[in-house]
């Protein structure tokens, strides 16, 4: 990959794209792109590739594939994370992809302040958050991003796959490192909102038996612990 080459997420990929015209735009007006500049197009299912500007014009601008590369997935990181207020979700979206989780889903907690239902604008806005986050990390894979209405509907939305489940808690000894073997599988790992899991709900979490897990010795705002989960979840996945 060229440095400091403009990457766009582009979901079809083929041998020539003639883009769409919002990406047209773009490069006419806002990056000026001309005939022989080269661009990094990704389609978010495991594809980058490199293509040069054959034909240059104010609403269409066609490209040439000139090389392509492919990663295969790896297993499923899925951050569960209950509601939590509007800056710092979006942040949390933002950098959880740039972490390269493999899907977000949000979920109402009984101890939410902030409470969102399925709201397309609001589903659209953080569908744009990953996707650019996607961009700037040169990322292969997209999230999906799921909205819930509760903790039970998460759960039950994995209709008992094979996959493991940890949850975020102080209040216990265990740390990610005594799960290792566990954590380099396809894992789902819930974090509570700004004031914690509720008793109802972290009953719910002992019935199902999903392991607790401390992410420091000092106590974390819900989207450090996020995202201090992610990091140390993906650090383990590299030895």
């Known amino acids: 990959m060229i440095k400091n080459q403009y990457v766009f997420f582009y979901p079809e990929l083929s041998s020539q794209v003639n883009v769409d015209e919002k990406l047209a735009f773009q490069f006419s007006k806002v990056l000026r792109l001309k005939t022989g ?12 590739s490199e293509y040069r500007i054959e034909k240059a014009e104010k609403d269409f601008y066609s490209l040439k594939q000139m090389n392509s590369t492919q990663k295969e997935k790896q297993k499923k990181l899925i951050l569960a994370l209950a509601l939590i207020r509007k800056e710092k979700l979006e942040w949390v979206l933002q950098k959880a992809t740039e972490l390269g989780v493999s899907q977000i889903i949000l979920f109402n ?21 990953i996707i650019e986050a996607l961009e700037q990390s040169k990322g292969f894979y997209l999230p999906e991003l799921k909205i819930h209405k509760n903790l039970h509907e998460t759960f039950d939305s994995f209709n008992h796959q094979n996959i493991n489940f940890f949850m975020a808690e102080q209040n216990t000894h265990k740390k990610l490192t005594d799960y290792k073997e ?4 396809d894992i789902v790992f819930f974090i509570g909102p700004e004031g914690g899991f509720s008793n109802k709900e972290l009953d719910f979490f002992k019935m199902h038996k999903i392991p607790q897990v401390k992410l420091s010795q000092q106590i974390l705002r819900a989207e450090t612990a996020a995202i201090t989960a992610v990091a140390g979840i993906n650090l383990l996945r590299l030895d």
Request: hydrophobic share 30%; glycine share 6%.
């Open 37 to 48: 500049d080269s661009v990094m197009l990704i389609n978010g299912k495991g594809t980058q």
């Open 109 to 129: 907690s009984e101890n939410s302040i902030a409470k969102t239902k399925n709201d397309l604008k609001k589903l659209k806005r953080y569908e744009r958050i």
């Open 182 to 185: 566990k954590l380099i599988k």
